[in-house]
């Protein structure tokens, strides 16, 4: 960031609090976004956006598991495998950006990963100094296998069903946020054109995944 108008970046930031964006790589100030929070737009409003590439969600009868902490995410197709931090809101209603390029964050205040509800986990996708965490994201396919594990040991799979790319000024908050009735897990990062003017992604990818089984921890 340029620091000779530290004010105009707050400024900046307060603007970006309108859309609903989630938007992660390279920032204005140490190359990091602010992140929309789960802002409900009305049921009668339309999540408009462009499916990159989708498929019909996995059916399953696998049942909703207690909440437990995600400490880990793995990912074999694109090769993730690491920690999670947590992320809350920020006061200004934003969600909290992770720190680290190369760990995700869970969003604390929704459920845990098997619960009902949708559960998500941000990640950043590259910054000035490379690739990030979610570099690859937006190469996942239908089917491909998303693994989480828990605080208590439990490993929760899910499947992609959907990976859908959304200008930032038509994130869909209540697909991403909102409940629908089964467990799904939906990681979240920038993506589409760089405008190299403004330092931000234009679009962000989302992969939706529904739950297709879990592996219970240890006993005793």
């Not at 989708?54 to 902490?69: E, G, K, L, M």
């Not at 969600?95 to 986990?121: A, C």
């Not at 959304?166 to 409940?179: G, I, L, M, R, W």
Request: charged content about 10%; overall charge neutral.
């Amino acid at each position: 960031m340029n620091r000779r108008g530290p004010n105009r970046w707050w400024i900046g930031a307060v603007g970006l609090l309108v859309v609903a964006a989630v938007c992660l790589g390279f920032g204005l100030q140490g190359h990091r976004h602010p992140l929309a929070g789960p802002v409900m737009r009305p049921a009668s409003a339309p999540a408009a956006g462009r499916v990159v590439r989708a498929a019909a969600p996995a059916t399953t009868s696998v049942p909703a598991i207690a909440r437990s902490v995600p400490v880990s995410l793995q990912v074999p197709t694109i090769g993730v495998s690491t920690s999670l931090s947590a992320l809350g809101l920020n006061a200004t209603g934003t969600v909290q950006v992770p720190t680290n390029d190369e760990q995700p964050g869970w969003y604390e205040l929704g459920p845990t990963p098997g619960q009902i509800g949708s559960s998500v986990i941000l990640g950043h996708v590259d910054t000035f100094q490379g690739p990030g965490v979610f570099f690859r994201l937006r190469t996942l396919e239908a089917g491909d296998q998303v693994d989480v594990t828990l605080a208590d040991g439990t490993v929760v799979h899910f499947a992609v069903s959907t990976v859908a790319q959304y200008t930032k000024a038509q994130f869909p908050d209540q697909e991403v946020y909102a409940s629908h009735g089964f467990s799904g897990l939906q990681l979240v990062t920038c993506g589409g054109t760089f405008d190299s003017q403004t330092g931000h992604y234009l679009s962000n990818i989302v992969v939706y995944t529904t739950l297709v089984g879990t592996s219970p921890g240890p006993t005793g």
